[in-house]
């Protein structure tokens, strides 16, 4: 096993000196924790439907195999609930912090969904999805990095529909200037503390004068106060072919609900699928991490049976957390065993998905266990 | 076997518009005459900051039944409404149509593309029913009717079958707007019946647009409702090679609007209009399915096939398509090609 393992392990660290491309830890200061900072948190997982399970399930061996100072309290929810249980809400609010795999939402009809009235409830107004090319993952289009920040609670998806007589149904799209101001204010703080370059207002303005226009008004307002950071409007059927021609223009983009979950998904799609980007919801207390894109995707029937759910969506989502509980140390790991490359692109066309992605990312501090992750991936026939 | 009088040149309505407008309509104009195709333009002046259009092309349009526009300038925020969106709900236009295809000897990132975007064009987000309900909050109206998600499936369903496509999909968002997605997706399923040679599918509206951009082959006609028409046309002639090369065009009952397929009321930027090198490929293919209309296919294939010839050979490209030419260099190359 050594012997065979040790031309790889050769040509992997002679690569990783001579490429920019291996993930490297950034962190040259070490960071000091306060006592008590070890202490174990505890954060709410709700499994969800479909996929879910499964890949919530992924999450914890990794986070296990991590010894990572979080444990999880469990709750069964399920997409065809009226509403959320109310322990369920009251752990989120004692945690602050929770896991999730998709609520399946039924089409048409009464229940409305459960994953938008948890947005509702806890008011996680802002959603964030990171779309970026992830090394040795081979797509049309490169240099993709792009950050979608969304507005989660009002516009098209406020859910007030009625329907005035037989066969003419109505559907308000709300804006208010103070959803709108604090989703801009997120947007921009989010630039400033990530050293980003630009904002992107996405918008049809031209069309819904008033409503978009309110929300431009309210963007530009708070470009004033960031100077350092520049800020440009684009309407948004010009912004899906800008997306799929020319994605490398974009930086950081808020946008209203609905255009907000298009240009997440499209550009999810683009950077290599939405079973690859993390993302999550965020408000003033709480925060919930799901996966990035399509968060209400649970997958269909096949994927479930052949159990080859693609976790690395919610196991990078679950970095986020690891960083915003402030374990930022895990989180490098976490996130360097997932973007390793070799892992990236065999284990992404390896059909035993899951299970070859724990082996390797079970190991994950590079350094330490190279050459059991070698041996690893050489002993998965893929 | 042309009847006796079809070769009667017949009259179009054109309307040049802002921006680029004028060039590409011009190099229409150009390439009709090469042809001799047997058709005259009636042109009119419309701008974008005017409030309403001018009666007397409203007239012109009723008289003739066609037009060719170019793009209408629409002023972002406060009053004016579009004009392109006001045009099209006079004439009551409710089908908009863009065919997104790869062009032969153009490269794209997406082979194997040829989706044809069919758009409610009335009702929905774009209804333009806004108000603000207190300083700082404004509520907007997005209407969804029996009556026109029925005719716009049913329109899709009939170009399907007469253009012998086989699959249909319907673009929603239901699981979030049950009640408003919902009516349109019944209207669908309901005509789909009458239809059972054609397969009909649904697909949720940002599910749609991530397979647009991953595999845009499993696409062949696609039905949306208003905005997720406009988005999905958009980034399927992004796909397809860029929205300066699709044709498309608004059809109603009596009328038919032909203009540049998706992103109509794109009126360029200003360096495109001083150097002249907007791309009139769309406006071109636009204008021959505008020829197909009125019963003139022989001019219609011509035009097309001299089109798709100065595209492949890749000599005369406008900045869009990678090349540098200018629009009439393209013009000039197209005559060239019409035999």
């Not at 369920?88 to 409305?112: A, D, F, H, Y």
């Not at 690395?312 to 402030?326: E, F, G, N, P």
Request: aromatic letters at 6%; glycine letters at 8%; one cysteine or more.
């Amino acid at each position: 096993m050594a012997r065979r393992s040790l031309p790889l392990l050769k040509h992997l660290l002679s690569s990783s000196s001579s490429s920019s491309t291996t993930p490297t830890l950034s962190r040259s200061v070490t960071y000091m924790p306060r006592p008590g900072d070890g202490a174990p948190r505890p954060v709410t997982l709700i499994p969800g439907d479909g996929i879910g399970p499964l890949v919530t399930n992924a999450v914890e061996q990794v986070m296990e195999a991590m010894h990572a100072p979080v444990y999880f309290e469990k709750y069964e929810v399920h997409g065809d609930m009226m509403r959320v249980p109310s322990e369920v809400m009251e752990s989120i609010k004692k945690n602050k912090v929770c896991l999730k795999g998709g609520l399946t939402t039924p089409m048409g009809g009464g229940v409305s969904s459960l994953n938008v009235q948890l947005r509702k409830e806890l008011d996680l107004y802002a959603s964030l999805v990171n779309c970026f090319n992830l090394q040795g993952l081979p797509t049309r289009h490169q240099n993709v990095d792009i950050v979608v920040v969304r507005e989660n609670t009002e516009g098209e998806y406020a859910g007030l529909e009625h329907e005035v007589v037989p066969g003419v149904v109505e559907s308000l799209k709300v804006i208010t200037k103070f959803c709108s101001e604090r989703i801009a204010k997120y947007a921009f703080e989010y630039a400033y503390l990530n050293n980003r370059k630009q904002v992107t207002a996405v918008h049809k303005a031209n069309i819904m004068k008033l409503a978009d226009g309110l929300f431009l008004e309210s963007c530009r307002e708070v470009a004033t106060k960031y100077p350092g950071i520049k800020y440009n409007e684009i309407i948004v059927d010009n912004c899906c072919m800008q997306l799929v021609s020319k994605p490398e223009q974009f930086d950081v983009m808020v946008t209203p609900n609905l255009y907000g979950n298009l240009v997440a998904n499209t550009a999810a799609g683009i950077a290599g699928g939405t079973g690859v980007m993390p993302g999550g919801n965020v408000g003033a207390d709480h925060a919930i991490f799901e996966q990035g894109a399509s968060a209400g995707n649970v997958g269909n029937e096949n994927l479930l049976e052949q159990k080859t759910a693609n976790p690395v969506a919610l196991l990078l989502s679950s970095a986020m957390m690891l960083r915003h509980l402030q374990f930022p140390s895990f989180a490098d790991r976490l996130e360097t065993a997932v973007k390793l490359p070799p892992l990236s692109l065999k284990h992404l066309q390896a059909k035993r998905w899951s299970d070859s992605v724990f082996a390797a990312v079970m190991k994950p501090n590079l350094y330490h266990n190279i050459v059991e992750v070698m041996a690893t991936f050489q002993g998965n026939r893929i």
